[in-house]
DNA sequence: CACCACATGTAACGCGTTACATGATTGT
DNA sequence: ACAATCATGTAACGCGTTACATGTGGTG
């Protein structure tokens, strides 16, 4: 159900083609929110079309067919968002379950993996500050317009995995026992 | 290939069955890492023991079949662990995409969506303090073991979370343009 | 005229979910 | 005896990916 709605979403910011969201997706969306390839994108926009929440606005060379949200769009789009989004029942991320696994390493080897993840999270951390300084240049907004709302949650996120990540090798240097023998 | 070491994981910490897997993943794992159904349990745990990294080790009453890890099994956990985890490519965060929609709310809307937010991720912090607390009791240490690592990391994202969501709703709050108008 | 980017489409496969199905054991 | 829980299995479906396939328009 998601997808429908990031491409309700882009073509409320401005009409486009199927050709035109997969690039925004892999350019832009795909790295906070959400990513589809043309194979998923071009199905999707001919249901959306059938069902009259976005609408054909121009025919060009090669095929190109641009799409543009109608009215319909923006009332699903927003009853979607204003309704409690359905509980998924367990969470699938596989970065967590590498920490939660951590454990069946050795100390050093964890600790390793720990020093990488806090690396990379800082690493993150300053190129979205990059990235957000430039879009508040771009828009001339504080805020970074609705796309500075999604990079500073980025940068919240990962500021708390390198304050995590600082904190278990806190405690697994604390820890001599951590880790496991191997069985058998 | 995420299942198989959560699969491998569990069962290093203790034996058991596609039955016994399926509940820690309902009662535990799932709010945290990942998440698995039975019907997908038993068929991986019997390719797992085909390729030598789980080994039965009970046959009980009602078919039970109890398993546990091997070290051929530890050794491909450890590989895994250790090795970059595969770039997926682009996110795909229905809780982010949401964020990155809310452009197409009101302001108000808009404001009552963030609000909400901001007041999950709070109670998200109480919740697992609580359990981070019974953990250190139950363990007998500051780290809470193994889940209290990761627990300690669901505290750390929804406090980001929170603190986000106050920060984005002064800067709604303070931009009278927030918001579209409808299409047409 | 060759090449690249534009532009769309289909097919096969993998992972995960829900629903359907079966039977054994334990407790009341 | 009955119900609840234990215990395993299969089938149909949805979403997403990779790979395969086809054709057009602009640029050097």
Redesign the interface.
């Known amino acids: 159900m ?1 997808l429908r ?2 491409l309700i ?1 882009l073509l ?1 910011d401005r009409p486009g083609s199927g050709y035109d969201l997969a690039r925004r ?2 350019e832009v ?8 390839k043309h194979s998923q994108i071009y199905p999707e926009l001919r249901r959306l079309e059938e069902e009259g929440l976005i609408e054909v606005v121009e025919r060009g060379a090669r095929r190109r067919t641009t799409y ?4 319909a769009g ?1 009332s699903a ?2 009853a979607w ?2 309704e409690p ?1 359905a509980s ?18 050795g100390r050093d ?1 964890a600790l ?2 720990l020093r990488q993840t806090e690396a990379a999270a800082a690493a993150q951390v300053e190129h979205l500050t990059d990235q957000f300084v430039r879009l508040q240049e771009a828009t001339g ?3 970074g ?3 500075g ?2 990079v ?2 980025g940068i ?2 990962y ?3 390198a ?2 990540a600082r ?2 090798i806190e ?2 240097e ?2 001599p026992e951590f880790g ?1 023998r ?3």
């Not at 543009?68 to 009215?71: H, R, S, V």
């Open positions: 998601a709605y990031a979403g409320l997706f892999a969306v795909g790295a906070y929110a959400w990513d589809a543009a949200c109608t009215a923006l789009l927003r968002l204003v989004p998924t029942g367990g969470v699938r991320n596989e970065h967590v379950l590498r920490l939660f696994l951590l454990a069946a390493l080897e390793t993996v907004s504080d805020a317009g609705p796309l709302l999604t500073q949650y919240h996120s500021r708390a995995t304050q995590w904190w278990a405690q697994v604390g820890d496991v191997p069985p058998g």
